[in-house]
């Protein structure tokens, strides 16, 4: 089953990164992964080319985590997903959708969810392991208790997590965000330096 949603992984990281604000219409479910390529302090690290995925999803068609889905011709989640994350990018302070890239596959539900948790197991991206929320979907209403995704306290700006509509602050600061991604990238460096030989 593994070696079924690697081969998943492998072909759609063949692709071409496209422009987030330029993906063309398409039907059905599949996987994703975003890249950062802009100058924000913060992803500094992996802004060196597509090499490393800021965030990686999926998008399956509705019944298809239980194996109930029906697809249809008329159906296109992947490309509803990946514009619902371009807008989610345009909307925030800070960040430029135009800096963001995005490779994605068109596959079958099932491989779709098992190349997911590979992928994110391999890359550990940041957006899906240390600042939860970018993936969020607005909630219903007009005012919710819930409390602001960690990713909209450090990225202000979507309309429905403001403090208007989300007045609850996340438990997860912006700081708090910000020291957990420079603490990540340094346990990076220092794993990536290769031992010297022993002076002894």
Not at 40 to 47: C, R, V
Not at 56 to 75: F, S
Not at 84 to 111: I, K, P, Q, T
Not at 171 to 176: D, M, P, T, V
Request: proline letters at 10%; one cysteine or more; glycine letters at 8%.
């Amino acid at each position: 089953m593994e070696n079924l949603g690697r081969s998943i992984e492998a072909e759609m990281l063949q692709m071409h990164p496209a422009p987030i604000t330029d993906v063309p219409p398409m039907y059905g479910a599949g996987i994703y992964a975003i890249y950062y390529l802009g100058d924000h302090e913060l992803y500094q690290p992996i802004s060196d080319g597509c090499r490393i995925p800021i965030y990686v999803g999926k998008a399956v068609h509705k019944g298809g985590r239980k194996g109930l889905a029906a697809p249809v011709e008329d159906q296109a989640p992947l490309w509803a997903r990946i514009n619902e994350h371009r807008a989610s990018l345009e909307h925030v302070h800070d960040l430029n959708a135009g800096d963001f890239r995005v490779r994605y596959l068109v596959a079958v539900d099932f491989f779709v969810s098992l190349a997911e948790q590979l992928m994110i197991r391999q890359f550990r991206p940041v957006w899906n392991t240390l600042v939860d929320g970018f993936g969020n979907h607005a909630p219903g209403g007009k005012r919710t208790t819930q409390a602001r995704p960690p990713w909209d306290e450090l990225h202000p700006g979507r309309p429905w997590s403001s403090p208007e509509r989300m007045p609850t602050p996340s438990k997860q600061s912006a700081e708090e965000s910000r020291v957990l991604l420079q603490a990540h990238w340094m346990r990076q460096d220092q794993a990536s330096v290769v031992p010297g030989p022993s002076m002894d």
